[in-house]
């Protein structure tokens, strides 16, 4: 994988871009790539599960379905013919924080299949008739979800990282709350989060003419502005402990542990943080891969993530080992941890973090589709920038500060930790 890593030197600036509201707050961005072979509609609403208030659970997911059902101008299916018509794709994604639906289309489809999007995002129809019938679907999906050990583990680190915030709740919901649910609540949702400066659409790919004046002019100028900028949920802070549970039919143990760090709105922390996650657990010559794996072989798998998150992000470690092994691992993650706290770290891994991290963003903005991605969402949480502007903030980090700032965080004690064995729980 490190292979891959070479030193990049092209893209110093990332693609070009170009940000303006609309009058009811609407952000909008293009994102110039003039290569790009294929356009990307991308459009992004601050509607993501952390929205949902009591009995709501698992409404924006269900919403994110329901959006396909039809809208007022489209019959249920005619959306996904008319894109694969004009030979592009369509997909979306629901999150804690919001909710994308895109659309990837040859550049000179673009105009139509910009008005199919904002008709069927904007103006669903959430019939009655589709509504149980999609519920079944998602019932379905939740199933599916419970049924797969490894997603149930990491669904347990997150109950009892975060007890009480929407981030420690599945963002599919519980069957419970989706029976619950009802076409008019589910249209209350829809008016009140998909308007005005909620909502932010991003183009990327070669140049769109006329592109101003026809999103000025489409569905997303019509949407009511927003009376007041809601407040979401409180800064996400993980409690502390350590917990150990066994999982019927999970194939090797687990050792997971869970950081609370800084929100997205705190780009040089999480960035450090990013430079962080890379020094202990990305890559063969990481110090956790190195000692577990290389070393003491008694890992399979270790893997360190960094989940940038608007109400706080999460840092995750997740290690797989037979259960023989789980105690002498965890000790090792221990000294390992202890160690990055009480000294700098050595000058070739600072440069090989930033090496990593560095290029894992130029290599996003290969595609339109991460490009439109990262732009919008940049511009829906009101931090328009360059795409590679947060390379100039990793500058700022030196093994002294990682070291002071947040090895000394990313220890034990102030970890969620979970171990999840093999086994019928007792």
Same mark, same amino acid.
């Given at each position: 994988m490190e292979l891959c890593h070479a030193v990049l030197n092209s893209l110093p600036s990332g693609p070009s871009l170009d940000h303006w509201s609309l009058n009811n707050g609407v952000g909008c961005v293009e994102a110039l790539m003039p290569d790009a072979s294929l356009t990307c509609l991308d459009l992004w609403c601050q509607a993501g599960s952390s929205w949902e208030r009591t009995r709501e659970e698992g409404l924006a997911h269900f919403l994110e379905h329901m959006v396909f059902k039809g809208s007022q101008q489209l019959a249920a299916g005619a959306f996904d013919r008319e894109i694969e018509a004009l030979g592009g794709s369509s997909n979306a994604a629901t999150g804690f924080d919001d909710v994308h639906f895109h659309v990837l289309i040859p550049a000179d489809q673009a105009n139509q299949a910009l008005d199919l999007l904002l008709d069927l995002v904007l103006q669903p129809s959430l019939a009655d008739d589709a509504f149980g019938?999609?519920? +079944?679907?998602?019932?379905?999906?939740?199933?599916?979800?419970? +049924?797969?050990? +490894?997603?149930?583990?990491?669904?347990?680190?997150?109950?009892?990282?975060?007890?009480?915030?929407?981030?420690g709740r599945p963002i599919l919901g519980k069957p419970a709350s989706l029976l619950a649910m009802t076409p008019e609540v589910m249209r209350g949702f829809h008016t009140h989060h998909y308007r005005g400066s909620n909502c932010c659409l991003a183009v990327a790919g070669p140049a769109f003419n006329g592109l101003r004046d026809r999103i000025n002019a489409s569905a997303l100028a019509d949407l009511p502005g927003a009376s007041y900028k809601e407040v979401p949920s409180p800064l996400a802070a993980v409690e502390p402990g350590r917990h150990e549970i066994r999982v019927d039919r999970l194939e090797s143990a687990r050792?997971?542990?869970?950081?609370?760090?800084?929100?997205?709105?705190?780009?040089?922390?999480?960035?450090?943080? +990013?430079?962080?996650?890379?020094v202990l657990g990305e890559g063969r010559r990481s *110090?956790?891969?190195?000692?577990?794996?290389?070393?003491?072989?008694i890992v399979e798998t270790v893997d360190m993530d960094l989940t940038v998150l608007e109400q706080g992000s999460l840092v995750t470690l997740e290690i797989c080992c037979s259960e023989e092994n789980v105690a002498r691992a965890e000790r090792a993650v221990k000294d390992q941890l202890k160690r990055?706290?009480?000294?700098?770290?050595?000058?070739?891994?600072?440069? *090989?973090?930033? *090496?990593?991290?560095?290029?894992?963003? *130029?290599?996003?903005?290969?595609?339109?589709?991460?490009?439109?991605?990262?732009a919008a969402n940049q511009m829906l949480w009101d931090r328009p920038q360059g795409l590679l502007q947060p390379l100039e903030v990793l500058k700022s980090w030196t093994d002294v500060t990682l070291q002071e700032r947040l090895f000394t965080h990313l220890q034990p004690d102030q970890a969620c930790t979970l171990v999840a064995l093999p086994g019928e729980a007792s």
């Open positions: 019938l999609e519920r +079944d679907v998602v019932l379905e999906e939740i199933a599916q979800y419970a +049924d797969q050990p +490894d997603e149930q583990v990491l669904q347990q680190l997150l109950s009892k990282a975060c007890p009480g915030h929407p981030y050792l997971l542990m869970l950081w609370s760090m800084a929100p997205a709105s705190e780009q040089t922390t999480v960035m450090g943080a +990013d430079l962080a996650t890379t *110090r956790l891969v190195s000692e577990l794996r290389e070393n003491l072989q990055a706290a009480d000294q700098p770290i050595e000058p070739w891994e600072l440069e *090989r973090s930033h *090496r990593l991290v560095g290029n894992g963003l *130029r290599f996003a903005l290969e595609s339109a589709t991460q490009v439109a991605g990262m």
